[in-house]
């Protein structure tokens, strides 16, 4: 509703979003024990909604590609949740919510096209809005998925070893507490316990696991952190790293301990590699995070579904993390890449296609009839 009457006219509206448009047979979708009930943001009345995967929430956009369960009734379940506010459609957080799938409803037509009768029914990703003919125009992006690096693991330098002390110098690369350490003069499975002098990673004074007699001998080390030193994408907490001979299979990003968020800089795998690696590049990372760089057209949503070159199939946009909202920015998706993905063009969709089917002639903006019985 639009607040309180402050007009007469001659001919009364002849509906509100949500009310029945007849006295037909309808239907709702079946809920399990304690749904469905609104998530988050609420649930707005008069449009279309989704279950999410756990069968008992609602959600006012889309969850997957797919299209949406059934159509929100107005039964006074909304509540005026704004102060001062004369009127309110969405049904909060936590609250009992119907979803109708069959029957004769109003609906209030968005997008671009007018509708007649007969016309296709579409529902919009980000709000559950009821369109004609044909879904609302997706955006057009540029993005990258993952990221490719140059990188090294652990380092190369001159040791001299005093029992467990070991002086470190002319080091290259990134000495770490737990890496392995190989040389002359340094017993098998010997690792770093604790830095004791020096810049964080560097030359210094460390501590060793075991006694080491080397005497300015070169060791080297290799362990779980890995130095990009230079980087085209985002690297983002939880993605996969792939590099080749030395570096751990499988294993992802847990932290990063210095440098540019998500650039060059050092940073924690979750397994430890087999060997020092001095640079390579082609260090990739991949995991569920889009980086959009440029937006050729329209705007990003939370529920779109995305495609492009190395985008996982099927997937959805599931959150904004940073940037511009819709726009230039970092998104996760529902699904991980297999692969690094770089700069392509990725598009959305922002509507589906539902059985449902426009009862009746409206404008853009105008109350329409939509049914699952035409």
């Known amino acids: 509703m639009s607040g309180f009457q402050k007009t007469v006219n001659l001919t009364p509206a002849p509906a509100v979003a949500g009310d029945f448009a007849s006295s037909n047979p309808r239907a709702t979708v079946l809920a399990g024990p304690g749904g469905l009930v609104a998530g988050l943001g609420g649930v707005t009345v008069g449009k279309f909604a989704w279950v999410d995967d756990d069968g008992l929430t609602v959600l006012s956009h889309g969850t997957a590609t797919r299209a949406p369960n ?4 107005r039964e006074q379940q ?15 957080v936590g609250f009992p919510v119907t979803l109708h799938n069959e029957g004769d409803f109003w609906a209030t037509l968005t997008g671009a096209n007018a509708a007649a009768i007969g016309s296709a029914i579409y529902a919009d990703y980000d709000t ?17 998925m993952g990221s490719t690096n140059t990188g090294s693991l652990g380092a190369t330098f001159t040791a001299t070893g005093t ?16 890496d392995k ?3 002359t003069g340094v017993p098998a499975g010997t690792t770093i316990v604790a830095q004791v002098s020096g810049t964080t990673g560097a030359a210094g004074t460390y ?3 075991a006694a080491t007699t080397s005497a300015g001998n070169t060791v080297t080390s290799f362990g779980s952190t890995i130095k990009t030193t230079s980087t085209t994408g985002l690297i983002s907490i939880g993605e996969t ?7 751990p299979v499988g294993a992802t990003v847990v932290a990063q301990v210095s440098g540019t968020t998500g650039g060059a800089g050092v940073y924690t795998l979750s397994d430890a590699g087999s060997a020092y690696v001095a640079s390579a590049t082609g260090v990739t990372t991949f995991g569920n995070v889009l980086n959009v760089t440029a937006i050729g057209s329209g705007v990003l949503h939370v529920g779109d579904p995305v495609s492009g070159s190395g985008i996982p199939s099927g997937a959805v946009i599931a959150s904004q993390v940073s940037g511009t909202t819709g726009g230039v920015g970092v ?7 297999t692969a690094y993905a770089a700069s392509t063009t990725v598009t959305a969709v922002a509507g589906v296609l539902t059985s449902w089917k426009a009862q009746s002639v409206a404008a853009v903006g105008e109350l329409v009839k939509i049914s699952t019985w035409g």
């Open 78 to 92: 909304a509540l005026i949740q704004t102060y001062l506010a004369e009127s309110g459609m969405n049904i909060p």
């Open 163 to 178: 029992g467990t002390s070991l002086a470190v110098t002319a080091l290259t690369g990134y000495l770490a507490v737990g």
């Open 331 to 337: 998104y996760t998706l529902d699904q991980s890449a």
């Open 70 to 73: 059934g159509f929100v009734h």
């Open 181 to 183: 350490i190989l040389g």
């Open 128 to 144: 559950g809005d009821v369109t004609a003919v044909a879904a609302s125009t997706g955006a057009s992006v540029t993005a990258v």
């Open 241 to 247: 790293v792939s590099g080749g001979a030395g570096f």
């Open 207 to 209: 501590t060793t696991s």
